[in-house]
T-cell receptor, first 113, second 117 residues
């Protein structure tokens, strides 16, 4: 596709519910990244995929967070038993392997009530 | 671990004037990448400019240029002839070259740029 796409654009959920956020990277990009941006703050790294494997999961804040990638394409970030502190914008980025520049999607704004 | 510091939470500039946004970073690595990204209210992170640490020449993209001082670990962004469309949050980011499999970007906290008509 023309760029990285993410869905949904906005998600409102109740505390304790599970949510799934989706990322479609640029076609041919083998590297995929998830970041979290809390209100008024910079981006925090969550997880990095090279192909379908995740060599760096160091940023996942708790075991309620998980992510997978299939077909070296779409990735899903799942947050179980959501908490109000999970409210943030979740951004996905992709790049060609070994190349530094990451291209970002528009993000999903998650609000946990 | 690398850190990135943006000490100016907010900046403003008159339209058509020049403004410089500051960024410093801390690293023990000798080779790395530095970036400036722009985030307008639409939330989309847009790459503004990129600098490879091994290059002595400062990167330039049209009205955007950087002043890369490797010894001082400083990476400032200069915007010339500021336009209303430049209004956004600007983030400085660092990426390691040497750690394969650890290619995350480390971001600063951002500078909100306002353009005064």
């Amino acid at each position: 596709g023309a760029g990285v796409s993410q869905s949904p654009s906005n998600k409102v959920t109740e505390k304790g519910k599970d949510v799934e956020l989706r990322c479609d990277p640029i076609s041919g990009h083998t590297a995929l990244y998830w970041y979290r941006q809390r209100l008024g703050q910079g981006l925090e790294f969550l997880i990095y995929f090279q192909g379908n494997s995740a060599p760096d999961k160091s940023g996942l804040p708790s075991d309620r967070f998980s992510a997978e990638r299939t077909g070296e394409s779409v990735s899903t970030l799942t947050i179980q038993r959501t908490q109000q502190e999970d409210s943030a914008v979740y951004l996905c980025a992709s790049s060609f392997a070994g190349l530094a520049t990451q291209y970002f999607g528009p993000g999903t704004r998650l609000t946990v009530l | 671990a690398q850190t990135v510091t943006q000490s100016q939470p907010e900046m403003s500039v008159q339209e058509a004037e020049t403004v410089t946004l500051s960024c410093t970073y801390d690293t023990s690595e000798s080779d790395y990448y530095l970036f400036w990204y722009k985030q307008p209210p639409s939330r989309q992170m847009i790459l503004v400019i990129r600098q490879e640490a091994y290059k002595q020449q400062n990167a330039t993209e049209n009205r955007f240029s950087v002043n890369f001082q490797k010894a001082a670990k400083s990476f400032s962004l200069k915007i010339s002839d500021s336009q209303l469309g430049d209004a956004a949050m600007y983030f400085c980011a660092y990426r390691s070259v040497t750690n394969f499999g650890n290619e995350k970007l480390t971001f600063g906290t951002g500078t909100r740029l306002t353009i005064i008509p």
